[in-house]
């Protein structure tokens, strides 16, 4: 097991032993901001999610170029001849539109994603433009997934996706150090047995 799969089991009990202390809690109950999760996904997720972005660049804009090489040829006569004569422009706006977004995206979500596992709930925050929170108590998981593409297999990442019983209430962790996925896993998995046991 790696250092850092121990230093999130370090950092886990910690928070778990706070929450049961009552830590973190303000006096008499009242509420508190919304703060961001307590762990980062790991940094080479940056590299994973530049790599997606540049395939769908280069999806994007050889795609505009195609399409703009059969105007051009075929000379398509229900559109404005303006557009026709002006057509090769297409990829250009198309890559000056995408290629700045697909450069900034990855170093964005890497800001934005952060999970923690504190006590008997699971608490993620994903997302770039638009933002996405995410609170899963573990009593009602259902399953426990750590799944692993292509690009994270060999990057050595693994997302790990929490199943309840609500689509709702399921959320994806993507991003994670393939250890310490395997470890949140297990751990996620043993705390939902655990819970279960108590109910019955």
């Given at each position: ?63 505009s ?66 933002r996405e ?6 009593s ?17 990442l693994?997302t ?17 150090d393939y250890?310490v ?20």
């Open positions: 097991m790696s250092d850092r799969a121990d230093e999130y089991r370090d950092a886990t009990s910690g928070a778990a032993a706070a929450d049961r202390a009552g830590g973190g809690r303000p006096p008499g109950g009242g509420r508190v901001p919304l703060r961001a999760p307590a762990n980062r996904v790991a940094r080479k997720a940056v590299t994973l999610w530049l790599l997606e972005q540049v395939f769908w660049s280069v999806v994007l804009v050889g795609g170029f195609f399409l703009a090489r059969w105007i051009d040829a075929d000379r398509w006569s229900w559109l404005p001849l303006w557009l026709v004569d002006g057509i090769w422009w297409l990829p250009v706006v198309v890559a000056v539109l995408v290629v700045p977004g697909a450069i900034v995206e990855p170093f964005w979500r890497y800001a934005v994603h952060r999970w923690e596992f504190s006590g008997d709930v699971v608490y993620a925050r994903s997302g770039w433009i638009s929170w995410a609170f899963v108590p573990v009602r998981i259902q399953t426990v997934d750590k799944t692993q593409g292509t690009l994270e297999r060999t990057l050595g693994a790990v996706e929490i199943r309840t019983a609500s689509h709702a209430g399921s959320s994806t962790i993507k991003g994670l250890e996925a395997a470890v949140l896993a297990e751990e996620l998995a043993r705390r939902a047995e655990e819970l279960r046991d108590d109910a019955t």
